[in-house]
């Protein structure tokens, strides 16, 4: 978790650059210090995700051609939270909250958070190295199951690695998906789910294979004094 602190960002900054084409992309509107009473010093973005060549057929049909979601995020590491809200559908919103822990996923309660009225909570394992991505994302140099740190020498992740690999650490998220709309509730919020999913797997996957990229000059930033 120590040294993920510089990889998260590293990741986020690296990953929304490779995800910009045909002029879509992320813009930073906002990107300041900011202090909670709770949760203590820590970090506010406020960021225009754009959208358009994302979406899937059905939903370009209805959405306007320059369509984007405002994201708010408040960074205190190893905890964040992260908001998805968009002004043309005033009922649709994501919630995130994150916690990084040093462990294999075994915290099951890390949420303290019990379901509110008919709300489930559905449990996912994320792997990294063997779940399957998109084909359109795929590389070979990202493959988890071939790659290996050269400055680290971690890797490769072979089959059974959460119960074998040390050092290990998890990325807790907890996700609620709203939209409020009769007769597409279900199907969006299934789809948003799904989205998210493709998208911290492929994130997380790029964060391991890039290790050696912020891992060793990056890294000394985060020495305690």
């Not at 590293?10 to 930073?28: L, W």
């Not at 210090?33 to 899937?56: A, S």
Request: net charge negative.
């Amino acid at each position: 978790v120590f040294q993920y602190r510089i990889g998260q960002l590293y990741m986020i900054s690296k990953h929304s650059h490779e995800q910009s084409e045909r002029g879509e992309g992320v813009e930073v509107v906002q990107n300041e210090p900011y202090e909670d009473p709770t949760h203590g010093q820590g970090q506010f973005t406020e960021k225009r995700v754009y959208l358009n060549n994302k979406l899937p057929s059905w939903a370009r049909a209805v959405v306007p051609k320059i369509f984007y979601v405002t994201e708010k995020a408040w960074n205190y590491y190893p905890y964040t939270i992260t908001e998805y809200t968009c002004s043309f559908l005033p009922k649709f919103s994501i919630h995130i909250e994150t916690k990084y822990e040093d462990n294999k996923g075994s915290n099951d309660n890390i949420f303290d958070s019990e379901p509110k009225g008919e709300e489930e909570i559905e449990v996912c394992l994320v792997d990294i190295a063997y779940d399957e991505i998109p084909e359109r994302y795929y590389k070979e140099s990202e493959d988890l199951r071939y790659f290996k740190s050269e400055k680290t020498d971690r890797g490769v992740l072979q089959e059974g690695w959460i119960d074998n690999q040390e050092p290990i650490m998890c990325s807790y998220k907890l996700v609620t998906v709203k939209f409020e709309v009769w007769g597409l509730q279900t199907r969006v919020e299934q789809f948003v789910h799904k989205v998210i999913r493709d998208v911290l797997l492929l994130g997380h996957r790029q964060a391991f294979a890039w290790v050696d990229e912020w891992i060793g000059e990056f890294a000394s930033c985060l020495c305690p004094s």
